[in-house]
C-alpha cells in the first residue's frame, strides 16, 4: 500500500532535489546531449510512470535505460519486439511439474526496469499483454495474479521514421505510458563528444565502461517517488491542469482529445519536475512545459491538417498560447 502524500517542506525539496539531480547527471555522463530528454525520463520515473522513448536507431535510446538502471542498481530487463513474439514469451508461463502440479516462471516482465524495443513490431495481441502489467502492476497467467516489482518501469522503444512490418500502437496502451519523451540527433561538438569516448574506451554495449555507479537504491527512489506526491499544486494550477486537458477534447485542431488520465499524468509531471527544480509547490511554468511530453501521444491532428505538416506538438503549443496561466 502506498502510504498518503506527506506535504514537502522547502528544506526536504533541497535534499530530495539534490538526490533527483544526482541521477540526471549520472545519466548526462554517458547519454551526451540529451538533457531535456534525460530530465523528462528521470520526472516520469518519480512520479511512477512509463516512458515511451521515441528517436531514429543509434540515439541512445536503450543506453539511456541501460544507464539508468546502473545509477539506481536496479534490474534491466531486455524484451525485443517482433511479429511472432507471443504473449507468454512477455508474460510467463505455467510448467507441468511433478505429481501433476505446475509451478509458474516468470517472464522477462517481472524486473525493475523493462525495456521493450522497437514495442510497434509486435501485433496487437502480443502488445496486450503490457495493458495490466503497466496499469495494475501485475500479470495474470492462467486464472493466477502475480505481482511485479515495485520499481517496476516499462521503457518502450519506437522508430518514428520506418513503418513496414511495425503495427500501430493501440490508444488503449499509449495512454498507458505517462510520457512521450523524443529523443533526436545530438548537436556537432556532442555527435564529436561521443566520438571522444570512444576514442577513450567507451562501449555501448559494455556497461562496464560507462563510469557509472549507483547514486541510488531502491529505497533511494521510493524516498524520491513520495517526496513527489508530497509536491503542493494549488487549486488555481489544478484548474489550469484541467483547462489545458479538456481544450485538447474541444480543438478543431484535433480529432481526439486526451483523458482524464492525462489530466493525471500532467499533475504528477509536474509535481517531479517541481522537485528536481528544487521546489516544494508547482509553478505554470511546470505545467506548460511538460505539457508536450504527457499530451502529445494521446491526441489526434485531423488527417487533413496532419498533411499540412501541422504536429501534435504545434497544436498543443497552440492550445497553451490561448489559456490564462494562474498568477501566483
Do not use: C, W
Amino acid at each position: 500500500m502506498t502510504p498518503d502524500p506527506v506535504p514537502l517542506t522547502a528544506e526536504a525539496a533541497d535534499v530530495h532535489s539534490a538526490a533527483a539531480n544526482r541521477i540526471v547527471e549520472a545519466l548526462g555522463r554517458v547519454v551526451l546531449g540529451q538533457e531535456s530528454a534525460l530530465r523528462e525520463t528521470v520526472a516520469a520515473l518519480l512520479a511512477r510512470g512509463h516512458v515511451l522513448l521515441e528517436g531514429v536507431p543509434g540515439t541512445a535510446k536503450t543506453l539511456l535505460v541501460r544507464a539508468l538502471s546502473l545509477a539506481l542498481g536496479l534490474d534491466f530487463r531486455r524484451i525485443q519486439f517482433t511479429p511472432d513474439l507471443m504473449p507468454s514469451d512477455i508474460t510467463g508461463v505455467s510448467l507441468l511439474a511433478s505429481q501433476g502440479t505446475f509451478t509458474f516462471r516468470p517472464g522477462p516482465i517481472f524486473g525493475d526496469l523493462v525495456l521493450g524495443d522497437e514495442i510497434n513490431r509486435a501485433p496487437a495481441k502480443t502488445q496486450a499483454a503490457l495493458l495490466e502489467a503497466m496499469q495494475e502492476r501485475r500479470v495474470t497467467v492462467d486464472g493466477t495474479s502475480h505481482d511485479l516489482p515495485e520499481s517496476f518501469t516499462v521503457f518502450a522503444t519506437q522508430n518514428p521514421i520506418e513503418f513496414e512490418g511495425t503495427y500501430p500502437l493501440p490508444e488503449a496502451e499509449l495512454d498507458r505510458f505517462l510520457v512521450k519523451v523524443l529523443i533526436g540527433y545530438p548537436e556537432e561538438r556532442v555527435e564529436q563528444g561521443i566520438l571522444g569516448r570512444v576514442l577513450g574506451g567507451f562501449e555501448a554495449d559494455l556497461p562496464a565502461s560507462y563510469g557509472i555507479s549507483d547514486v541510488a537504491d531502491r529505497a533511494g527512489l521510493r524516498a524520491l517517488r513520495q517526496a513527489s506526491r508530497g509536491v503542493r499544486v494549488e487549486p488555481s494550477l489544478v484548474g489550469y491542469i484541467t483547462s489545458i486537458v479538456r481544450a485538447t477534447r474541444t480543438s478543431p485542431v484535433l480529432t481526439l482529445g486526451a483523458s482524464p488520465r492525462g489530466s493525471v499524468a500532467l499533475l504528477k509531471m509536474a509535481q517531479a519536475s517541481a522537485l528536481l527544480e528544487g521546489r516544494e509547490f508547482v509553478v505554470p511554468d511546470d505545467v506548460k512545459s511538460l505539457a508536450p511530453a504527457v499530451l502529445r501521444h494521446r491526441v489526434a491532428v485531423a488527417p487533413e491538417l496532419e498533411l499540412e505538416g501541422i504536429t501534435p506538438d504545434a497544436a498543443l503549443q497552440g492550445i497553451i498560447e490561448k489559456i490564462e496561466a494562474p498568477r501566483r
